[in-house]
Each structure stands twice: as C-alpha cells, then as structure tokens.
T-cell receptor
Framework: QKEVEQDPGPLSVPEGAIVSLNCTYS??????FMWYRQYSRKGPELLMY????GNKEDGRFTAQVDKSSKYISLFIRDSQPSDSATYLC?????????FGTGTSLTVIP | ETGVTQSPTHLIKTRGQQVTLRCSSQ?????VSWYQQALGQGPQFIFQ???????GRGNFPPRFSGLQFPNYSSELNVNALELDDSALYLC????????????FGPGTRLTVT
C-alpha cells in the first residue's frame, strides 16, 4: 500500500465550476499537508499547506484535512482555464515529503 | 530574487554511465532536497542537504549521491545508470531544514538508453 493515494483522473470541468481534489493516506504520523500545482514540463508550485486537522482558505482555494479519516481535500472555486494543471498532494514526516501521483485537471472555457 | 535553477534542462545518457545534475537554491535558502519524478508519478524523495551535510534520505540506493556547497548550491550524482533512472529530477530549496515551504526548480529530464 502506498503512503499517499490520489486519483490520477483526468478530471474535466467547465469554467466556473467548483473542483474537489482528494487524497488519502495511511501514516498517522503525518502532521503537515501540502498541495502543489504542476504545469506541463515545469516543477511543482506550492499552493498552500496546513498543519494537522482543519481548514485553510487562500483566495479561490480551500484546503481541508481530516486526520481521523486520513483524508485531505483541495477545493477550487470559480475554476479558470488557467487552473488546468496536475495537482499534487504531499505530506511530511520530519523532513521527508511523500507525494501523491497527482490529479490532472482540465478547465474547459 | 532569483528562484531555483537547475542544469542541464535535458540529458541523454547510456546505461552504465554516470551523470551529475546541478541545482542553485533560492537566495537565503540553506536547504536543498532532491526528488525523482517518473512519468505519470509524483515526486519521490531522494535526499536532503542542509548546510553541506546529508540530512535525510529516501529509499534510493547508494549509487545516488549528492553534495552541497558553501553557497548552498547542490549536485546530484548517479552512478551506473539504469534504464529505470529515466525521469525528471527536481530539486527544491527551503529556508531551513524544518520549513514545509519548498520551492522547486524546473527539473532536469534524464533519459537513459
């Protein structure tokens, strides 16, 4: 079983839709949870990170962590074509980061 | 402020050869982590360097080695290349070894034939 599981998609939504991206994990020692966006042929870009359970909002993006269920989510409101990318979840234990496989998202104008 | 840079952009090597990849960390950052990202997969942690010392290693064999220099730039060396080493190699810098904010470079795409 992988440490972090993420549905690879692809996910295709119309412009303006609310997007929900999710990851599950097995290691209860994870304390920090990150979301990255990766455009084709580029390095990942950190969107936001949260510590332990709860919600965090940054503009159109909201990250949720439910440690009891070992489940994290990223919501994108009012999705734009420029949001089309691969979204990677990541979690850390100490100084090691564990990434999901990424979900490919396409926002159709 | 200059971001994380990596060189070369692309590289083609033959099985059994050795390769060196380079990374310049973001200004003010003293920690560099290296990742391997195979096609269609998420990045896998290779190791981290903090103030010129290895500070944690993932599940990679010893033929993957690294260095960090006094200016905090870093090198990843891979010996005895195998076909499965073909991947995008990413480095990420952070302001400290405990920071969760990593800033990635664009990566070096290595192809082993």
């Amino acid at each position: 079983q992988k440490e972090v599981e993420q549905d690879p998609g692809p996910l295709s939504v119309p412009e303006g839709a609310i997007v929900s991206l999710n990851c599950t994990y097995s290691n209860s020692a994870f304390q920090y949870f990150m979301w990255y966006r990766q455009y084709s042929r580029k390095g990942p870009e950190l969107l936001m990170y949260t510590y332990s359970s709860g919600n965090k909002e940054d503009g159109r993006f909201t990250a949720q962590v439910d440690k009891s269920s070992k489940y994290i989510s990223l919501f994108i409101r009012d999705s734009q074509p420029s949001d089309s990318a691969t979204y990677l979840c990541a979690m850390s234990e100490g100084n090691q980061f564990y990434f999901g496989t990424g979900t490919s998202l396409t926002v159709i104008p | 402020e200059t971001g994380v840079t990596q060189s070369p952009t692309h590289l083609i090597k033959t099985r059994g050869q050795q390769v060196t990849l380079r990374c310049s960390s973001q200004s003010g950052h003293n920690t560099v982590s290296w990742y391997q990202q195979a096609l269609g997969q998420g990045p896998q942690f290779i190791f981290q360097y903090y103030r010129e010392e290895e500070n944690g290693r993932g599940n990679f064999p010893p033929r993957f080695s690294g260095l960090q220099f006094p200016n905090y730039s870093s090198e990843l060396n891979v010996n005895a290349l195998e076909l499965d080493d073909s991947a995008l190699y990413l480095c990420a810098s952070s302001i400290s070894a405990t920071s969760k904010e990593q800033y990635f470079g664009p990566g070096t795409r290595l192809t082993v034939t």
